[in-house]
């Protein structure tokens, strides 16, 4: 079973940014659609972005688009968010999703997409 390790988050300033990892364990990281979801205690979780396996197509919440970008290095199993103008409502757990059926073309924003969940990593910005 392929596992996910997220981590870069932590504590920054509003307007700053921060670049969040995720690295898989299994070599099939390759063949999967990725994404990240983020979640605020007592809320849903709430879809942030998505990437096709092959880096081709990629999917933005309204509140991600303009200010993070999504992207991967397959060669190194790992996931990146790089999230730029920081807001306190940016405040969550931020979590590595992945569907591992292999080589799928739909990148949707939807949870049931995504079967395997890393731990998740804090972001906290403040004011």
């Known amino acids: 079973q392929v596992q996910l390790v997220e981590s870069g988050g932590g504590l920054v300033q509003a307007g700053g940014s921060l670049r969040l990892s995720c690295t898989a364990s299994?070599?099939?990281?390759?063949?999967?659609?990725m994404g990240w979801f983020r979640q605020v205690p007592g809320m849903e979780r709430e879809f942030v972005a998505a990437?096709?396996?092959?880096?081709?197509?990629?999917y933005y919440s309204d509140s991600a688009k303009g200010r993070f970008t999504i992207s991967r290095e397959n060669a190194k199993y790992t996931l990146y968010l790089q999230m730029n103008s920081l807001k306190p409502e940016d405040t969550a757990v931020y979590y590595c999703?992945?569907?591992?059926?292999?080589?799928?073309?739909?990148?949707?924003?939807?949870?049931?997409?995504?079967?395997?969940w890393g731990q998740g990593t804090q972001v906290t910005v403040s004011s």
């Open positions: 999703v992945a569907d591992s059926r292999r080589f799928v073309h739909e990148v949707t924003p939807y949870q049931n997409q995504y079967d395997l």
């Open positions: 299994g070599r099939s990281f390759g063949s999967y659609v």
């Open positions: 990437i096709g396996w092959d880096g081709g197509s990629t």
